[in-house]
Nanobody, 123 residues
Framework: QVQLVESGGGLVQAGGSLRLSCAAS????????MGWFRQAPGKEREFVAG????????SYADSVKGRFTISRDNAKNTVYLQMNNLKHEDTAVYYC????????????????WGQGTQVTVSS
């Protein structure tokens, strides 16, 4: 079955950077779009960034544009989220997810989810 394992979260000061990784297994990674989502305490889970199966198309939430970068290495079955200039409001559990439909774009329903990694930004 599809497994997604996130890593790289932690505590960082405002203005700092973190790089999240998500290792995927259980199917042909390179055929599927990947996304990052986050959920802050008391809030609903929200879309952060997505990347197409080839890496040629990306999308971002307005709140992270210009600060976060999503990328993927299909040879390593891994998707990354580089987060720069972090703000206190970026504090959340970050989840990696993938779609069930192959060769789709980053928009749409995500079916498989990782367990999440905590990112805490101190102000």
């Amino acid at each position: 079955q599809v497994q997604l394992v996130e890593s790289g979260g932690g505590l960082v000061q405002a203005g700092g950077s973190l790089r999240l990784s998500c290792a995927a297994s259980g199917r042909t990674f390179s055929r599927y779009a990947m996304g990052w989502f986050r959920q802050a305490p008391g809030k609903e889970r929200e879309f952060v960034a997505g990347i197409s199966w080839s890496g040629g198309s990306t999308s971002y939430a307005d709140s992270v544009k210009g600060r976060f970068t999503i990328s993927r290495d299909n040879a390593k079955n891994t998707v990354y989220l580089q987060m720069n200039n972090l703000k206190h409001e970026d504090t959340a559990v970050y989840y990696c997810a993938t779609r069930s439909i192959p060769f789709g774009d980053p928009a749409g329903v995500y079916k498989y989810w990782g367990q999440g990694t905590q990112v805490t930004v101190s102000s």
